[in-house]
C-alpha cells in the first residue's frame, strides 16, 4: 500500500493528518519524537508510528531532521504532509534541501497524481489559489482544517534504532507564553469581530453568544494586534489562523484579502456591517446592513 509519512510539532495535529492520508487512499506513517506517551496518542489516530524516543535536553525543534531524514529516505513516501505551525515549517525547510523536494505551504486541497500529486495552495499573500504539480516525496504543509479527523484508530508504535540528538546549538530554557490557547479551526460556528465591532465590551458579548451557540470568536488583525483585545491565537488571515466553518459571522468585518484568506472554505458567511460597501458584503451568503451594537442585541436574545 502507498505510505505518506507525516510530523507535527504536537501529538493531537497528526489526527489531521492522518485523515489527510487516508482520504488519499494512502497508510499513514508517523514520525515523532517526544514522549512514549506522545506516541500512544498518534498510534491512536490509526496511523504507524516510527518513534524516536524522547527529545534530549538541550535539543532543538531543528534537531529532528537528520532522524526524519534517514526514515524517509528509507520508506520512499509518496508524500510528506507536515502541520502548517513554525517549528513544522522550520523542520520542513530543512527537510526540504536535504532530499532534495519542494515544500509547499498553506495547502488547501490535494489529489495523488502518477509518481507525485497535485497540489493547490495559496499564492500571493492569500490574493490567489494556484494548482501544480509536485514529484514523489514533495513536503506539503496542510493548512488547518484541510481534512477533519476521521476517528479511525488502531495503528501501533515502532521504535526506531536512531535517536535525536542535541546540535551545536542548544536550548537552555522555556517560558510559557502568558497567552490564551484556542483551536479555532475544529469550531463549527465561528464569530469574527472587525474593526467595526467598536468597544472591548462587545467583543466579550460576542464571546458570550459565540459559546451559546457552541462556536468560537476569532477576529481581524488589528483587534489582536492594535487593540490586544483578544489573543493573537484568535486572529484569522495570511499570518494567522484558517478555518472551515459551518457557519461564518463577521462582525464590523471589512473583509479585505488579508484577512478573508483565512475564513474563505466556510461553508456559510454572514457579514453585518453598516458599510454596504464593505468587501466582505459582496463575498458572502448573507449581508446585513445593521450596526453592530443592534446586531449583538438581536443575537443576545437567540
Known amino acids: 500500500m502507498t505510505q505518506i509519512m507525516m510530523f507535527a510539532d504536537a501529538p493531537s495535529a497528526y489526527a489531521e493528518l492522518a485523515a489527510?492520508?487516508?482520504?488519499?487512499?494512502?497508510?499513514?506513517?508517523?514520525?515523532?519524537?517526544g514522549s512514549r506517551a506522545g506516541a500512544d496518542e498518534i498510534a491512536g489516530f490509526g496511523a504507524k508510528v516510527l518513534y524516536f524516543g524522547e527529545i534530549p535536553a538541550g535539543a532543538m525543534a531543528e534537531d529532528v531532521v537528520s532522524v526524519f531524514e534517514t526514515a524517509i529516505k528509507r520508506e520512499q513516501p509518496a508524500l510528506v504532509l507536515a502541520a502548517a505551525s513554525k517549528r513544522?515549517?522550520?523542520?520542513?525547510?530543512?527537510?526540504?534541501?536535504?532530499?532534495g523536494v519542494p515544500a509547499v505551504n498553506d495547502v488547501s486541497g490535494m489529489t495523488l497524481a502518477g509518481e507525485g500529486a497535485e497540489v493547490t495552495h495559496l499564492v500571493y499573500g492569500g490574493a490567489a489559489a494556484r494548482t501544480e504539480r509536485v514529484g514523489a516525496g514533495a513536503i506539503l504543509l496542510l493548512a488547518a482544517g484541510t481534512f477533519a479527523a476521521d476517528g479511525v484508530a488502531g495503528g501501533e508504535v515502532v521504535e526506531e534504532a536512531a535517536a535525536v540528538e542535541a546540535g551545536p546549538v542548544k536550548l537552555t530554557g522555556t517560558e510559557e507564553r502568558q497567552e490564551e490557547r484556542v483551536d479555532l479551526g475544529a469550531a463549527k460556528c465561528v464569530i469574527?469581530?472587525?474593526r467595526g465591532i467598536g468597544s472591548e465590551e462587545n467583543v466579550q458579548k460576542a464571546l458570550e453568544i459565540a459559546h451559546k451557540l457552541g462556536g468560537e470568536v476569532a477576529c481581524t488583525r488589528p483587534i489582536a494586534e492594535g487593540e490586544g483585545w483578544l489573543a493573537r491565537s484568535r486572529y484569522l488571515g495570511v499570518s494567522g489562523a484558517t478555518?472551515?466553518?459551518?457557519?461564518?459571522?463577521?462582525?464590523?468585518?471589512?473583509?479585505?484579502?488579508?484577512?478573508?484568506?483565512?475564513?474563505?472554505?466556510?461553508?456559510?458567511?454572514?457579514?453585518?456591517?453598516?458599510d454596504k460597501n464593505a468587501p466582505l458584503m459582496k463575498h458572502c451568503d448573507l449581508g446585513v446592513v445593521m450596526d453592530v451594537d443592534t446586531a449583538l442585541d438581536v443575537l443576545g436574545r437567540l
Open 20 to 33: 489527510a492520508a487516508r482520504a488519499l487512499g494512502a497508510e499513514p506513517v508517523a514520525l515523532y519524537a
Open 88 to 99: 513544522d515549517a522550520l523542520v520542513a525547510g530543512r527537510l526540504a534541501v536535504r532530499l
Open 192 to 194: 469574527c469581530v472587525g
Open 243 to 274: 478555518v472551515k466553518p459551518q457557519i461564518y459571522i463577521g462582525l464590523g468585518v471589512s473583509g479585505q484579502v488579508q484577512h478573508t484568506v483565512g475564513m474563505n472554505e466556510a461553508a456559510y458567511v454572514v457579514s453585518v456591517n453598516k
